[in-house]
C-alpha cells in the first residue's frame, strides 16, 4: 500500500513534466511566432517574445509606436513601413542550444532597399551638389518612387539570440536588419537559392557516405559543380551577359585581401526596356565546398578607378547596350573550383578559376590561447593588454583590449558584431563589449578589421575588443554566448 502511494505521484510528476516539454515552445517556434505577429500588426505580442535586457530601453507602448506606423510620420516614413508591413517574414532555419541561451539561423524577407537607392543613385546624387533643400527633394524623390513601384524582396541571413526566462526570449540586440545585409537573393523568375541550395544539398548527401579520395577538403566537403565555359552567353530577366576574363589578385589599389581576390570582367548586355545598374546584388561566387560569396562593391570601384575599364557596377546602362564590368570576389584562400552564378540564372554557373594558386597561411600570431569555436565562428586572443586611455576616450575604471583572430566558418559574409564577446572578473560581474571605444581602437592603431565589417566565408583577420572593467577587477576572462564553458584568460590583474 505504502508503495503505491509513493507512485502515482511520481507518476504524475512525470506526466506532468513530459506535457510541459512537450508543450513549451522551440526556439524556431518564437521566431516563427515573431514574424506572425509582425505580419498581424500585433506589436504588443511581439514585445512580450523579448527578453528582459531587450525591454530596458523601451517600454511595450513605445515599442508599438515605433515598429508599426503612426500618424505623425511623413509621407516617405509611412511608404516604407507599408513595403515592409506587405514583404517582411523571419523564417527559421536551424538552431544550436547551449543552456539557457540558443541561436538560431534565420533567413528574413525585406524590401530591397538597396534597389531604391541604385535606381535613384544619380538623381540622389546630383541633389547633393544642385539642391538648396537636400532632406526635403530627397523624401519628395523617394516618395514618389515608392507611390510608382513596388519593391522587389531580397533575403538576409541573421543569427538571432534568445535567451531562456520562463520559455525562450528574443535578444533584439544579437542582430541587425540594415547593416550591410548578406544578401542571399532576389525574387525574380528564379531565386538564387536554387543554385545554392543544389550545391549544399549535394554537400550533405555525401556527408553519409564514405567519401573519395580526396574529397575532404578542411572540415567542408566538395561539391561537384557542373559549369559552362567562360565566353558562353547566359540570360537572365534583364541581362545577357558572359565572361571574359577570370583572374586572381592579392591587391587592388590601396586594397589588400586576407584571402584572395577573384576578378570576373563580364560582358553585359541591358535587355530590358529601360536604362539600369548591374548593381551589387546580380553576381555571386561559389566554391565546391558551397561557400557563397557577395561581390565585393569598393574593391570593384577600386578596380574599375585602378585600370579605367569598361564601366562600374552602379553606372547606369542603356536599353540594348553593352559594356564590361570589374566583378570582384574576395575568397578564401583554400577556394577551388569557383564559379559565377547569378539569381536568374542557378541552371547555369559560369567557372571563373579551378584554384586561387596562393598559399592559405595569412600571417603569423603569438599563441596566446587555443582555438574556440562557437556557431559561425573560430577565435583565439593573440594578445590582451591593459589600457586607461585609447584616443580620446579616458575609462572611468580601466579598458581591456583584446586582439582576438577570428574566423568565419559559416556559409556567408558577417561581422562580429558587439555582443559576441563578454569578459567576466572572478566577482562574477559581467562586462560588456564597449562598441565605441573598440572602434576608436581600430581608428587609432588601423589594426585588423572593426568589429561592423563584414568577413567573408572561412577567412581570417583580427579584431579589438574593448572592455572597460572595474578597476578592483581580477582574472578577466573572455567569454561567449555560445562557449561558455572554454572562458580564455586576458589579464590577471588591471593595475
Request: aromatic share 10%; net charge negative; proline share 3%.
Amino acid at each position: 500500500m505504502k508503495l503505491r502511494v509513493l507512485i502515482i505521484p511520481i507518476i504524475l510528476i512525470l506526466v506532468f513534466t513530459f506535457m510541459v516539454s512537450c508543450s513549451e515552445s522551440s526556439p524556431e517556434d518564437i521566431i516563427s511566432q515573431y514574424s506572425n505577429y509582425f505580419e498581424n500588426e500585433e506589436f504588443g505580442k511581439m514585445y512580450d517574445l523579448l527578453s528582459k535586457k531587450s525591454k530596458e530601453n523601451q517600454t511595450k507602448e513605445e515599442f508599438v509606436e515605433n515598429t508599426g506606423s503612426d500618424p505623425s510620420d511623413d509621407e516617405t516614413t509611412k511608404l516604407i513601413i507599408s513595403q515592409m508591413m506587405d514583404s517582411f517574414k523571419f523564417e527559421p532555419i536551424e538552431s544550436v542550444i547551449d543552456g539557457n541561451e540558443a541561436y538560431v539561423e534565420t533567413r528574413i524577407t525585406m524590401p530591397d532597399f538597396g534597389q531604391l537607392f541604385a535606381d535613384l543613385f544619380s538623381e540622389l546624387f546630383a541633389l547633393a551638389f544642385s539642391s538648396e533643400d537636400l532632406e526635403k527633394e530627397s523624401n519628395d524623390l523617394i516618395v514618389e518612387y515608392l507611390k510608382n513601384n513596388k519593391l522587389e524582396t531580397v533575403k538576409v541571413y541573421r543569427d538571432i539570440r534568445l535567451v531562456y526566462e520562463d520559455g525562450w526570449k528574443i535578444d533584439t540586440d544579437s542582430f541587425e536588419l540594415f547593416e550591410v545585409p548578406e544578401l542571399i537573393d532576389e525574387e525574380i523568375e528564379e531565386p538564387a537559392e536554387t543554385v545554392i541550395d543544389d550545391f549544399q544539398e549535394q554537400a550533405s548527401d555525401q556527408e553519409g557516405s564514405a567519401p573519395e579520395e580526396d574529397t575532404e577538403i578542411g572540415n567542408n566537403t566538395e561539391v561537384s559543380i557542373e559549369s559552362s565555359p567562360q565566353g558562353m552567353l547566359i540570360s537572365v530577366p534583364g541581362w545577357d551577359y558572359k565572361v571574359n576574363e577570370a583572374k586572381v589578385q592579392k591587391t587592388i589599389g590601396e586594397h589588400t585581401a586576407r584571402g584572395t581576390y577573384i576578378v570576373a570582367l563580364v560582358e553585359i548586355k541591358n535587355t530590358s526596356n529601360s536604362a539600369k545598374n548591374v548593381g551589387s546584388n546580380l553576381f555571386k561566387a561559389v566554391d565546391d565546398q558551397g561557400r557563397i560569396y557577395d561581390m565585393d562593391s569598393m574593391v570593384s570601384l577600386e578596380y574599375y578607378q585602378e585600370y579605367d575599364y569598361g564601366i562600374w557596377h552602379l553606372e547606369d546602362l542603356g536599353p540594348s547596350l553593352s559594356d564590361v564590368v570589374a566583378v570582384v570576389f574576395e575568397v578564401a584562400n583554400d577556394s577551388t573550383n569557383i564559379v559565377l552564378v547569378t539569381g536568374g540564372d542557378s541552371n547555369n554557373p559560369i567557372k571563373l578559376v579551378e584554384e586561387t594558386g596562393v598559399s592559405t597561411e595569412i600571417y603569423e600570431t603569438t599563441e596566446v590561447s587555443e582555438f574556440v569555436s562557437v556557431p559561425g565562428w573560430d577565435y583565439k586572443v593573440n594578445e590582451a593588454k591593459v589600457q586607461k586611455t585609447i584616443g580620446e576616450h579616458t575609462a572611468r575604471g580601466t579598458y581591456i583590449v583584446a586582439l582576438v583572430e577570428i574566423k568565419n566558418t559559416s556559409n556567408s559574409a558577417k561581422n562580429v558584431g558587439s555582443n559576441l564577446f563578454k569578459a567576466v572578473d572572478d566577482q562574477g560581474r559581467i562586462y560588456d563589449m564597449d562598441s565605441m571605444v573598440s572602434l576608436e581602437y581600430y581608428q587609432e592603431y588601423d589594426y585588423g578589421i572593426w568589429h561592423l565589417e563584414d568577413l567573408g566565408p572561412s577567412l581570417s583577420d583580427v579584431v579589438a575588443v574593448v572592455f572597460e572593467v572595474a578597476n578592483d577587477s581580477t582574472n578577466i576572462v573572455l567569454v561567449t554566448g555560445g562557449d561558455s564553458n572554454n572562458p580564455i584568460k586576458l589579464v590577471e590583474k588591471v593595475d
